[in-house]
């Protein structure tokens, strides 16, 4: 069967299009795979009551081991919706995952032991699970730094065009 253009939405799509198209039926994929392996990752620390989001708050906050506060984590994960991320704190600090401490008028939010014990766990089953069988079957890492790179790059793409959609 010839090269086929693979989308999920040809209605959107003409010849000059489909590329873009394709993008984003391979974002769709891979956003969906990512969360379903995130999920099967924390699970198989032990840990199953936690969605996508309250993994990635969690691992961001024990990044480099520095306190943040909401706004940094919602900013570094380029989240609009800054509750979605307050509720993931409240059930990160409700685990005792991690801890609060305000200043002025700021909290900030940190690991606890437990919390970065989880994170290694975490590292540990994803090195076995993902990341040793990735790299042993890639024969160019060059390939996946540049397609981190065409990632971040086509992130602000869509962030623009909704800036220029919200304000049509």
Not at 22 to 30: M, N, Q, R, S, T
Not at 128 to 144: F, K
Request: proline share 4%; charged share 25%.
């Amino acid at each position: 069967m010839p090269d086929q253009p693979n989308t999920s939405s040809a209605h959107r799509s003409n010849p000059d299009t489909m590329p873009m198209s394709e993008l984003e039926y391979g974002l769709i994929v891979a956003y969906n795979a990512f969360r379903r392996w995130m999920i099967h990752c924390m699970g198989a620390t032990g840990v199953k009551d936690f969605n996508p989001l309250d993994i990635l708050v969690l691992h961001n906050v024990n990044h480099r081991e520095r306190h943040k506060r909401l706004s940094d984590i919602a900013f570094v994960l380029n989240i609009d919706d800054r509750h979605t991320v307050n509720y993931a704190l409240k059930k990160l600090l409700k685990a005792r995952l991690i801890s609060n401490e305000k200043r002025g008028k700021e909290m900030f939010y940190c690991t606890t032991r437990s919390g970065a014990e989880l994170c290694a766990r975490y590292r540990e089953i994803r090195d076995q699970c993902l990341v040793n069988p990735t790299l042993s079957n890639s024969r160019d890492l060059e390939t996946l730094h540049q397609t981190a790179k065409i990632l971040r790059n086509i992130s602000g793409q869509y962030d623009q065009a909704s800036r220029v959609a919200a304000s049509s």
